[in-house]
């Protein structure tokens, strides 16, 4: 990636051997359930191997010996051959090993035999990704950002997000350019009533992110009648993302240093010069999306949002 800063890493990675085997056909998945029938849920973390918040956050409830009220609980550790390769000198280079694990969720490429590590890991996790009735996909930021849940374009998944709690921001969008995500899966955004969330709780490596992570499934359980009552939380606000900003040249950067979950009050307002290319906000109070702040060729540098009741 382009001239990054130095990002200090304050979490240490957890010791996550004594699930790497799983409790079924699916290494590092381990199910607990109660006698009550119940939905059945699938907790995600390490889509990305160096965001490793939600894996503390998962591999805390197993230790704790956590059982739902009702119904099936899956936890899983998702890309652990890339987390298997984090170092804390290089926090950012075990994102994937070969590609992007939160890339290649349409069913046309997971159905192609071999491809990268991560195609392989991806068909591997499906039987458990096809089973759940709800998906908490657990996630962390690179860049200074307010914490967010995306609920891709169904309406049954904003009006799970607004149960929840958490974050008070909720975005609607379509996804990446480079691939289909988790959450864009046909399975939560077809017929029938199976819902998946990405929550970004904040940024990589921060204790915040770890607390903000467990607020937000300590949420959903609550809301699902699967664990204690949650608390009361303001109503979030809901955001529909309206453009995508890719980088079109090594020269894209930003007029300063935005964070995510800013509000641009004035439409025309720039945000970055991409090559002779102004990119400004098309309408007013214009919710800027996870700005990337060193985007390469390629690569979504910021997504552009508004406000919807």
Known sequence: ?????????????????????????????????????????????????????????????????FLPTRGRLTMGFANLDAFAAFDAAQPTHSRFLEEDLNRVWDPAVLAQDGGSAERRRARQMLPAILAADVVLDLHSMLWPSEPLLLAGVSARGRALARRIGGPGLIVADTGHIGGKRLIDHPRFNGPG????????????????????????VAGLLAALKMGPPG??????????????????????????PWRGGEVVAKARTVLALDGEREVRTPYDDCLLVMPSLRPVPGQTAVRLARFVV
Do not use: K
């Not at 009533?193 to 467990?214: D, I, S």
């Open 193 to 216: 009533e199976a819902t998946a969330l990405l929550v970004e709780a904040g940024q990589h490596w921060r204790a915040g992110t770890v607390a903000m992570m467990q607020r937000c």
């Open 1 to 65: 990636m382009y001239g990054l800063p130095h990002f200090e890493v304050a979490l240490t990675p957890p010791d996550l051997r004594p699930w790497l085997a799983g409790d079924g056909d699916i290494p590092g998945f381990v199910t607990r359930g109660a006698a009550a029938a119940g939905p059945h849920v699938l907790l995600l973390s390490l889509m990305h191997g160096n965001e490793f918040a939600g894996a503390i956050v998962l591999d805390a409830m197993l230790r704790e010996g």
């Open 231 to 256: 608390i009361e939380e303001p109503p979030a606000r809901c955001a529909e993302v309206t453009h995508n900003v890719v980088a079109e040249t090594a020269a894209f950067s930003f007029v300063r």
